[in-house]
C-alpha cells in the first residue's frame, strides 16, 4: 500500500485546507485510515481517523473545525481543516492500519504535507 497526500501549503490564520490522501497498490480494506500530524519539536499526534468505516475520532483541538471523510470506491481520505490557527501548524500524515481476522497488522504512512499557518 502507498499513501500520497496533497493539499497543505501557507494560509493566514482563519482560512481554510483540504488535505488528500490516495491509496494505491492493490486492493485493500482499511481498519484505520486518517491523518496524524507532528509539530517542530513535538511528538506525532493523532488528527483525525475513521476506524471501521464508520466510527471518526477527533484530536480535541480540533473538533469542531477539521472534518475527516472517505471515498473508499476511490481509496481516498480528505481532511478538511477550517478555522486554521497558528498551532495547526505542522507536517501532516496519512495514515492507514491494515490486518485483522487471521492476517496480520500492519501499518503504513504516506509522506507529510506540510501546512504552515501564519498568525
Known amino acids: 500500500v502507498q499513501l500520497q497526500a496533497s493539499g497543505g501549503g501557507l494560509v493566514q490564520a482563519g482560512e481554510s485546507l483540504r488535505l488528500s490522501c490516495a491509496a494505491s497498490g492493490g486492493t485493500f480494506r482499511f481498519n484505520v485510515i486518517g491523518w496524524y500530524r507532528q509539530a517542530p519539536e513535538k511528538q506525532r499526534e493523532l488528527v483525525a481517523v475513521?476506524?471501521?468505516?464508520?466510527?471518526?475520532h477527533y484530536l480535541p483541538s480540533v473538533k469542531g473545525r477539521f472534518t475527516v471523510s472517505r471515498d473508499s470506491a476511490k481509496n481516498m481520505v480528505f481532511l478538511q481543516m477550517d478555522s486554521l490557527k497558528p498551532e495547526d501548524t505542522a507536517v501532516y500524515y496519512c495514515y492507514a492500519e491494515t490486518g485483522g481476522m487471521g492476517n496480520p497488522f500492519k501499518d503504513y504512512w504516506g509522506k507529510g504535507t506540510l501546512v504552515t499557518v501564519s498568525s
Open positions: 475513521i476506524s471501521n468505516g464508520v466510527t471518526t
